[in-house]
């Protein structure tokens, strides 16, 4: 069982501090990104990391791929930790680990072509170089889908899921292991997101690859992923097998979510029940006692102000189906849709 | 035959324009650019062909003629066959010593200018790429800089070191560097916030690498605005250095120099005045025009430095026509 585990995050902290000064920088206060998250991708499957706007899945992305270092806790990556490597393990793990972005403009350099963007990889770890070089990149672009002809344009010259595809050849050009995209569809046209999920699934079966898809839409994680994580504030709420945890939420968090995501379908749409939270989600600057949702939990008492919530399996779930509430929903609870939420959506192909 | 044509046309819309090209192909749509451009060359060929010149003439640059170059006063000769811009009071050729001043002007101008654009893209990229106190340090330096006195500061360096022209080239850069470092400690800020270095950054790109090939060609079209709006600027204080006796030593022709020699006969010898300043005039006018078209052509979005009528005429009509972004 442990062995099949590719990446296991044991307690990471992110914090950013917030300084003040001209000379002495005097640390103020601090963002709490990610504030002790403990996760498992195993190899081969898609993990899915949901949750809304600045809850820190995209900090939490950088601390995986080495780009922030964490402030405490460990990342083990196939076993070894990713902290404190020499320049040339480092080089080694980055050959692993690679990342696609969200932004499909602001993640190629305008002013390069798409040819020495892709060719970047093998130039930085001296793999090839010359008409070796520009071989392999025109191999990578004829895989993910683009004219090898084009090697010489700018990104300027392609449209946003293009773009996108050259996004992927780069992070692919090392064959790593692991694949973390972080939203990697969010700014793309519906259409356009579809082709370039099945581009990712179908690189996965063909080069083995294990996913962290970070994303905030139900429907495009339901449909990738094995398992899904969802965060709010810096921490995990809920985790567990994806068909699972979208029938069954056991965090009210993860309930409000589902019960908020469009169904295509009117009908189902119309017979759902809403859950609708109030207030905005708080700063984390400041994170809430206790459990973090507690402020805008239905459900809340003097327990979730005080008593910070251990992330365990409720009413009997498998062991990896884990929520992190002292009030989980019971199976009667659930509301009515959410299990259809983002079911019908994904007609793909 | 159509064949290759085809072949042709697919290669070319193939290969792309890449953003050098597309400003090559706005900057010589500008007419005024293109006629500052057409100017400094002129320039530039005049003073490297200045010997050639003044063999033609038979004039050497330092080569007084007391009998043809001044009247019986002791006083300097009007332009004419002879002397196509007059003489001085020691009876030189202005022209000749105007072309040899163009030589000590541009290369005053483009060499400090240089030294102040290497020099400052290094530190101010430095700065904004590390940030922290690395970024703390070099800003209070670009900040001390800046506020000196400079021309109290030449003075100084020139009663210690003496005139010459290194030192000449070594104040002009010490005193323009900082200016440029500003702004690409700026740009790099915002740059190295893009995805993109990101990205090369999770690739394992080291940091020189980073900061040469992914940030360095976003912010080079900046830079270059800059070099060329202070190569003018560098070409004035050189002429103030000179005309206060600080830069250029005298034998030499410089047109400071020339223009204090100037000052005192400017009642009587209005071409003694007009040589080298118009010169240094029609030079820096060139060169700022330049600057403005370039500008124009590598940014095109962006505020102009000296928005002439023209130009906002034309940016008016654009916004009006819904045209550009």
Redesign the interface.
Known sequence: MTEDVLLRLTDVVKHFPIRRG??F?KEVARVHAVDGVSLDVRRGETLGLVGETGCGKSTLA?CI???HPVTSGEIRFDGEPVDGLDRAR??AF??Q???V???PY????????VGSIIG??FV??GIADGPERRRRVQELMELVGLNP??????PA?FSGGQRQRI?VA?AIA?RPKLIVCDEPVAALDVSIQAQIINLLQDLQAELGLTYVFIAHDLSVVRHVSDRVAVMYLGKVAECGATERLYDTPRHPYTNALLSAATVADPDVSARRERLVLAGDVPSPVRPPSGCRFHPRCPKADETCVAQEPPLEPKFGDAAEHTAACHHPVADDEVLVGSGDAAKEVPRWR | MAMTETRAIEGRSIEGRGPWRLAWERLRRDRVALGAAVVIVVIVVLALAAPLIADWFGHGPAQQFRKEGTTEFGLPVGPSGEFWFGTDNLGRDLLVRTLYGARVSLLVGVAATLCATVIGVVVGMTAGYFGGKVDSVLSRAMDVVLSMPYLLLALVLVAVFGPSLPLTIFVIAFFTWASIARVVRGQTLSAREREYVEAARSLGASDRRIMFVDILPNIVAPVIVLATVLIPLAIVFESVLSFLGLGIVPPTPSWGSMLSEAIAFYRVAWWYLIAPGGALLLTTLAFNLLGDGVRDALDPRAERLFATRRNRRRRSLRRRSGGGR
């Open positions: 001209v000379f920088r950088r791929t080495g780009l480092t080089l980055r050959r680990v690679q990342m972005f969200q932004d602001g993640s190629l350099n305008p002013r390069r072509r970047d990889p930085i770890h002809e084009h090697y010489n344009r700018f010259e996004g780069r090392l």
